[in-house]
């Protein structure tokens, strides 16, 4: 069906407002700190065949290759097997899934019997059971990072809401009033987005909805497209290392090959070292999130609505058997520090024909710290995700710290954890004076975040990158400093650290400080 | 004037200046809610169209709603202000076809100057303006603020590439133009109205500015509204509401309490103290009442960190039941989903807000004049021209319905009434303009 402009921008228009709203409602009405407050969810609209339409602009690595991950849902249950209430539900890494935490939920979306597209959510779940309470570090097989949901089919009435579904899935984890109200979050946003599209169907037409889905699709292609084509042509290669593989202090490296011809960009992964027995390790659909997300940040303006179109114009190749296309059953809860790399040696790649369009190294780590504890017969997890600096461009300093590009969460309140968690308190949160880069443009500062233990028997599991690679700077621009964790027991500060699992007692402090990004240009003395 | 839009005596703003931060917005809400109150229009939709935005909020019996969620610069701003969603869609709003063939419209926006490029002033690129004129919604023949021409011509040819780019008339891609702009319009009154659970077809849509009156119906249509008020002598509607609002104070304090069987005393006790302390704040002010007030709490499940606010209309007959339900019903108008189960319910907080009724009574009524004769006009919709009768504002009879297609032409604004709508201006010189039923 052909639309004329004005339809073809106003239903356009309409599809992206509906993954925004969907977005707003699962943070308004979600119940743990890392969906409510640090925003660790995404949203988008899918059509009929599950590609990307419109998304929420808010987490990048959840939502390239949301594609990926519904269709093995939808070759497991051919459309004649739905009935009405029927939703989608999976986690799984190695069936188009990210890592186990991450649950994706799909809803149909069907219009008189008619099939229009699916509304979509991701959150961030704040415990998803496993061998460790918090993340589990010494995890060798996905079996001991929690519980695995393949590509499954549950229908709201009759499994969830005290189903069986949920009566399972609530007995494997340890705090389930705050991941089923998560969830419920996720199903209630669903909803919303389901009666939207529902209403844009009413209002133009399921046929001209359809055709404005497929029209924006085609725009963020052309766009795209066009961005790639004003780039020059050749081809470029970089690397870039996480520190260790988490069990020795062995660098790992990704490598890269980029290849722009005309308007269609090639990423080759060949040569990146083999997977990993630790959780380091990335699965498919997450290294190409982390890829589109820095295509996508290096060669486009930011008002490119990001969907499927543009993923037509790149093609990756990425070995099996790597650390960012691992084989069943690598663990990969820690996979974003091999992702921040993925990253990093894109943007590297590109900063040979692209100098004005790119950053220079930042502090580009997730921090996962998690305090929790077993008070009596109920568990409690405090989980947070930190960055640091952002490295510096040609045009500005990096910003100071945020949350690494990649995951974009904001940062808990103090005063929501206060209120939340009564075993620590935080007695200082600072800018890291010196820990950026110097040059033309400074690199973005890291934080200092201290803690006190308030209570014996809490468990901290902390892990971070750039403890021993500091990132580098761009043209001359000084490094940014690494970041780590120390630990202050009894009046004794022991020596620094990258990653620890251990257990707390009263009267403990930790001093986190996250490291700063790299500057751009000499500076001048 | 406060951006809650209650007026405040100097000796009381002065100690809490962050509170007129949006006096001029809130300014405008209450005027129009103001004058359209005579003709009985309490629950409505404002829309203010100006130069480079639309201002759009909703009124719910006569009460704005209110915000405490807004960020100007960055930095959160949490005194309570009214309500306005911004959209950059206005008169001046540049109508482009982006790289990727989009057409649209805003937020970029010529300005005042060079302004449109019917403005004559040098502005080449066609904006929002030069399409009203194009499809002949403002009159070729109109004066700007009753002195500056506009030249049709110069409109025309901004709009030349444009139409050729969409193989489309100058006519057709005019009207595009301001269907986008509409679309845009309507966009913001969804993130006020539905996205909070709140159904625009149970309001009216009060449009000023000079942009107001011509989008009006189409918004309206497009949202299923049936009523649009045009409230008299539209251009001055924020002084008007500077003269006529209410005196208002707030109060809020954050108390958490669980929804229990105690929790309807303790809530009673929290507003008693509200109460006291905002007459305390009147008395201040020399200022005695009568008094009407308005009751909040902020109530969530427990382990949220966002509030909903829900009204308390019967304070001595407030019950733990009839607290739940209302949450209940509040938070299924938002989500479309209530969890199921007993998870806890508590009040975060609790809100009240304090009026003294402002003495003055000034109506915005023009002077009645005596039906004048109509020239013809025209205007380009739905593919083709349609003819029109074009009044000067106050040549239009009092209570006469007449169908549209009509245009009304006045020294700030222009009012348009589609074919499918009627208009009829009342004895309190407002032009009500309703959806004649399909037949």
């Known amino acids: 069906m052909k639309l004329d402009a004005a339809e073809r921008a106003i239903i356009a228009d309409a599809l992206i407002a509906c993954a925004r709203e969907m977005g707003e409602k699962l943070f308004r009405s979600a119940f743990s700190t890392v969906v409510r407050e640090a925003r660790d969810a995404s949203a988008s609209v899918l059509d009929a065949q599950g590609a990307i339409v419109a998304q929420a602009d808010l987490i990048p690595m959840h939502l390239g290759s949301m594609d990926r991950t519904i269709r093995p849902c939808l070759e497991a249950f051919p459309r004649e097997t739905w009935e009405p209430g029927d939703v989608f539900i999976t986690n799984h890494p190695y069936q188009g899934g990210q890592h186990l935490p ?25 415990e998803i059971g496993g061998g460790a309470l918090g993340p589990n570090m010494f995890a060798t097989d996905l079996h001991q990072e929690g519980v695995i949901i393949p590509p499954t089919k549950i229908n709201l009435a009759r499994d969830w809401n005290g189903g069986p579904f949920e009566r399972l899935f609530r007995a494997n984890i340890r705090v389930p009033d705050q991941v089923i109200g998560d969830l419920n979050a996720q199903i209630a946003a669903n909803s919303v987005g ?30 795209f497209r066009s961005a790639i084509a004003a780039a020059p042509n050749g081809t470029w290669t970089a ?8 069990f020795t202090d062995e660098p790992r490296t990704v490598r890269v090959r980029v290849t722009i011809a005309d308007d269609e960009i090639v990423v080759d992964f060949t040569g990146t070292d083999a997977q990993l027995r630790s959780n380091l390790n990335a699965p498919l659909s997450s290294t190409i999130s982390a890829a589109l997300s820095c295509l996508k940040s290096v060669l486009t303006e930011p008002d490119l609505p990001f969907n499927s179109g543009c993923a037509r114009a790149v093609r990756f190749v990425v070995p099996e058997g790597t650390m960012i296309n691992p084989h069943y059953p690598a663990p990969n809860r820690a996979r974003m520090e091999v992702c921040y790399r993925v990253f990093n040696a894109i943007m590297r790649a590109l900063a040979a024909p692209l100098p004005d369009r790119v950053i220079a190294g930042g502090y580009d780590s997730t921090v996962s710290f998690s305090l929790s504890r077993l008070d009596g017969d109920s568990f409690r997890v405090c989980m947070e995700v930190f960055g640091g600096g952002y490295g510096a461009s040609s045009t500005a300093d990096g910003c100071d710290a945020v949350d690494s590009p990649l995951s974009n969460c904001a940062n808990t309140p103090v005063e929501s954890l206060d209120m939340e968690y009564p075993y620590f308190q935080v007695c200082e949160y600072s800018l890291r004076d010196g820990s950026g880069g110097e040059g033309i443009h400074r690199g973005g500062l890291g934080f200092v975040r201290h803690y006190r233990i308030l209570n014996d028997d809490v468990q901290l599991v902390f892990y971070s990158d750039r403890f021993r690679n500091a990132p580098e700077g761009l043209r001359g621009g000084l490094s940014g400093q690494p970041g780590g964790l120390e630990l202050i027991r009894s009046g004794a500060t022991l020596p620094p650290v990258g990653k620890y699992t251990g257990t707390l007692r009263t009267g403990d402090e930790i001093r986190l400080f996250t490291g700063g990004g790299a500057g751009f240009g000499t500076p001048s003395s | 004037m406060q951006s809650n839009g209650g007026r405040l005596p100097a000796i009381g703003i002065r100690r809490n200046a962050i509170a007129a931060l949006f006096s001029g917005p809130a300014a405008g809400v209450v005027g129009a809610l103001n004058q359209v109150a005579r003709s009985g229009f309490c629950d409505i939709i404002t829309l203010d169209v100006g130069g480079t935005s639309s201002d759009v909020c909703v009124v719910d019996a006569g009460q704005p ?3 405490r969620e ?6 959160p701003v949490r005194t309570p202000m009214i309500r306005i969603v911004t959209t950059g869609a206005g008169g001046g709003s540049i109508v482009r076809q982006d790289e990727g063939g989009m057409l649209r419209a805003g937020p970029q926006s010529a300005g005042a100057d060079p302004g449109p490029a019917c403005y004559g002033r040098g502005g080449r690129q066609p904006t929002v303006t030069d399409a009203h004129m194009i499809r002949g919604t403002i009159p070729p023949d109109v004066k700007l603020g009753g002195t500056m021409p506009l030249d049709i011509d110069a409109a025309r040819a901004a709009f030349g590439p444009l139409a050729k780019a969409f193989a489309t008339s100058l006519e057709e891609a005019a009207d595009n133009a301001i269907r986008i702009a509409d679309s845009n319009i309507v966009r913001a009154i969804e993130i006020t109205s539905t996205e909070l659970g709140k159904d625009p077809r149970d309001y009216a849509l009060v449009a000023f500015g000079g942009g107001g009156p011509l989008h009006a119906a189409r918004v309206a249509d497009a949202l299923g509204m049936t009523t649009v008020v045009i409230p008299a002598n539209a251009g001055i509607i924020s002084a008007y509401g500077l003269l006529v609002a209410d005196f208002t104070l707030h109060d809020s304090a954050t108390r958490r309490i669980r929804l229990d069987a105690d929790a309807p005393a303790e809530i009673r006790r929290c507003l008693g103290e509200a109460r006291q302390r905002l007459r305390d704040e009147f008395a201040a002010m020399r200022m005695t009442g009568p008094f009407s007030e308005i009751r909040t709490l902020e109530m969530r499940f427990r382990g949220q960190a966002y509030d909903i606010p829900v009204g308390v209309a019967d304070l001595d007959g407030l019950t733990e039941d009839r607290l739940r339900a209302d949450f209940l019903a509040a938070y299924r108008q938002v989500y479309y989903y209530v969890p199921s189960g007993d998870t806890p319910i508590e009040i975060m907080g609790v809100g009240m807000t304090m009026s ?14 005596a039906a004048g004769t109509p020239s013809p006009g025209r205007v380009f919709e739905n593919r083709r021209w349609h003819d029109t009768q074009l009044y000067r504002q106050g040549t239009f009879p009092v209570g006469v319905e007449m169908p549209g297609p009509i245009q009304i032409e006045d020294v700030t604004s222009t009012l348009f009434v589609p074919e499918g709508w009627s208009l009829r201006r009342d004895e309190h010189a407002n032009l009500i303009v309703r959806k004649v039923e399909a037949s």
């Open chain 2, 70 to 75: 807004f960020k100007i610069d960055g930095l």
């Open chain 1, 194 to 223: 389901e009666s939207r599209l529902a209403a844009l169907c009413r209002k133009y037409g399921a046929d001209a909805v359809k055709s404005a889905m497929s029209d924006l699709m085609d725009y963020s292609e052309r766009r």
């Open chain 2, 65 to 67: 709603m209110l915000t």
């Open chain 2, 356 to 369: 003294q009724l402002s003495r003055e009574d000034v109506a915005l009524g023009a002077a009645d004049v």
């Open chain 1, 239 to 246: 690397e870039d290392s996480i520190d260790d593989d988490g």
């Open chain 1, 102 to 126: 991450d649950i994706f939920i799909f809803t149909p979306v069907i219009v008189d019997d008619q099939l229009i597209g699916f509304a979509a959510t991701i959150a961030h779940h704040i």
